[in-house]
């Protein structure tokens, strides 16, 4: 069973390893550091205020999950390098706890190239179980399409966004190094402020025809 097991994850590895020419992707070498160093971005960079790109991820299940699965709702994509290091784990658990806290009408979504059999094992270790994890090693869509991919590492750079429910970019922090936190309280303020306001009507009982004198 072991070996069937790393069998399968070196095959994966191997084809995601061939799946993908990056050598025509647009390079970006000064936004992001790690340490010292500016690492370089593969990639379309997003602005604020664009319409947001489609992608194409997988959950823990392998099953596709594409932006449109988000319509209507306003989205922010907390994204991660790896969930397996210890800002990520916080980021993660930290915007997993804030979920219960807003309206139906607003989603978090974590997304890191991490295979979706790590994002599985670290949820059911850490609880997490509110925020959708989704995983970009399959295709790297999503990386590639909001400039994310970090060069020679295959990982995907820090960084928040916030989507409205007209599908616009609203926000984007891109994190200045990936060893740091975002800012997690000026994203929830956001999208607090961003997402329309859940009118919830009460239910009013009819009035009594009965008439007694």
């Known amino acids: ?9 070196f095959s994966c590895t191997m084809t995601l390893a061939n799946a993908f020419d990056l ?5 970006t070498s000064n936004l992001v550091k790690a340490g010292n160093k500016y690492v370089t971005l593969l ?14 991820v997988v959950d823990k299940n392998f099953a596709p999950v594409t932006l449109e699965n988000f319509s ?19 980021q993660t658990k930290r915007f997993n706890e804030e979920v219960g806290k807003l309206p139906k009408n607003i989603s978090l979504v974590t997304i890191s190239n991490d295979l979706p059999f790590a994002q599985k094992r670290f949820c059911k270790t850490e ?21 994310l991919l970090i060069k020679d590492m295959g990982l995907l750079t820090r ?9 616009k970019i609203v926000y984007k922090e891109l994190v200045a190094n990936i060893s740091e936190h975002p800012n997690y309280d000026k994203a929830l303020e956001f999208i607090k402020n ?9 239910e009013v009982a009819p009035e009594s025809t009965d008439k007694t004198s």
């Open 1 to 9: 069973m072991i070996k069937i097991t790393v069998f399968l994850l």
């Open 23 to 27: 050598s025509e992707l647009t390079a």
């Open 43 to 56: 990639g379309t960079q997003v602005n604020v205020g664009e319409q947001a790109p489609d992608f194409k």
């Open 72 to 90: 209507n709702q306003t989205v922010l994509i907390s994204v991660v390098p790896s969930l397996d290091t210890g800002v990520c784990s916080l």
């Open 127 to 147: 609880k997490v179980d509110q925020i959708k994890v989704l995983s970009d090693s399959v295709w790297r869509e999503f990386g590639i399409n909001y400039g």
């Open 159 to 167: 960084a928040i966004f916030i989507i409205n429910n007209e599908g």
């Open 194 to 202: 961003t997402a329309p306001v859940v009118v919830i009507e009460k």
